[in-house]
């Protein structure tokens, strides 16, 4: 049953709850707990002049924490914690999981867009602090660039390692979704009975497993076949940048059927998808047309949304891809075609 102070956002039905048994009551308070040690470290930069704490933040990442003498306590307690590697780190699945995925070269980059960004769209809880930043149209690119970006530096070899791009961009994230909870918060216009907190821990384990689990099972139904080994690397990459990230470590799967559960538990209790999750999808969908300057341009931007649409209809399946406002496209054969392809590269 849910509790009082549950989120309205949380949809425990008599189907989750036959599939998940008590599994949601531990579930659901996460939906309220946040991220301790990056909110202190904000809240201390929030005392400086500005600029000044993410210049020691710069600095302690590229030189160690105790290499910055002016460092607060709150950002030497960050580092305390994102410098331990936990002994379950293996790191030579760590750089398996990243090639496993960068293999994937372009369908890796569709499926990153068009599957993993659209379903975090479609929580109509998860998708608030999107919304919240406001200016949906303009703000697509940006976020689609800044998420290729961060995927790509943490799936490169030794890019989760301490002096790598992907941890130094995985700790950046980190206090940046503090700053975010802290200007949401300071706005009055948060409502956590209904949302639960902004950019909680339950939202944050649900982006690692879109960029895992969800993208493997988008692998699977365009017939790129990747080995269950392989599977379990990727999961164990961004187990890894779960951590790093903020995640409780109760919270994190620590395989790839444990992270399929996990998966399917928040998919069954998050509700349906509403109006802002269409504005989001159509704001990403449209952003190439809205960019062009020429009739040219625009009939390509025409002719790859299409393409786009149609992958993204495949692997999402039609009745969510309606839910969302996905376009029906004509590129009859671009999925049958990108599955051939997929089956000859795998």
């Known amino acids: 049953m849910k509790n009082r102070t549950t989120p309205a956002r949380f949809q425990d039905t008599a189907e989750a709850r036959r599939r998940f048994g008590d599994r949601l009551d531990r579930l659901a308070p996460f939906l309220l707990r946040v991220d301790p040690a990056a909110d202190a470290v904000v809240d201390a930069f929030a005392s400086m002049p500005p600029g000044q704490g993410f210049r020691l933040l710069e600095a302690a990442l590229a030189r160690g924490v105790d290499a910055v003498p002016d460092a607060p306590a709150e950002l030497r307690a960050l580092f305390a914690a994102v410098d331990h590697v936990p002994l379950w780190v293996d790191w030579d699945a760590v750089d398996r999981g990243g090639t496993t995925f960068l293999r994937t070269g372009m369908l890796g980059g569709i499926l990153l867009a068009m599957q993993a960004l659209i379903l975090g769209y479609a929580s109509p809880g998860g998708n608030k602090p999107l919304v919240f930043s406001g200016r949906l149209r303009e703000q697509a690119p940006r976020r689609l660039g800044e998420t290729s970006r961060f995927v790509h530096a943490v799936s490169l070899a030794g890019g989760m390692r301490r002096s790598g791009e992907g941890f130094a961009i995985t700790v950046k994230v980190r206090v940046m979704h503090a700053q975010v909870r802290r200007l949401i918060r300071a706005s009055g216009r948060w409502k956590t009975e209904l949302w639960g907190e902004p950019i909680n821990q339950h939202d944050m384990v649900a982006t690692a497993l879109l960029f895992s689990v969800a993208v493997l099972d988008g692998f699977d139904k365009l017939g790129y076949h990747i080995p269950p080994a392989q599977k379990e690397d990727l999961v164990h990459l961004w187990r890894y940048v ?12 620590g395989s790839y059927a444990e992270a399929r559960r996990l998966a399917e538990m928040i998919y069954a209790t998050q509700g349906a998808p509403d109006n802002d999750s269409r504005l989001l999808v159509s704001a990403l969908l449209s952003h190439g047309i809205n960019s062009s300057w020429t009739e040219r341009q625009r009939r390509r931007a025409e002719q790859l949304l299409a393409i786009f649409c149609s992958v993204s209809r495949s692997v999402l399946g039609e009745d969510l891809a309606d839910q969302l406002g996905v376009p029906r496209q004509s590129s009859l054969l671009t999925v049958p075609l990108l599955r ?7």
């Open 242 to 253: 779960a951590h790093v990230i903020g995640v409780e470590q109760e919270l994190i799967p």
């Open 340 to 346: 051939a392809v997929a089956a000859a590269s795998s």
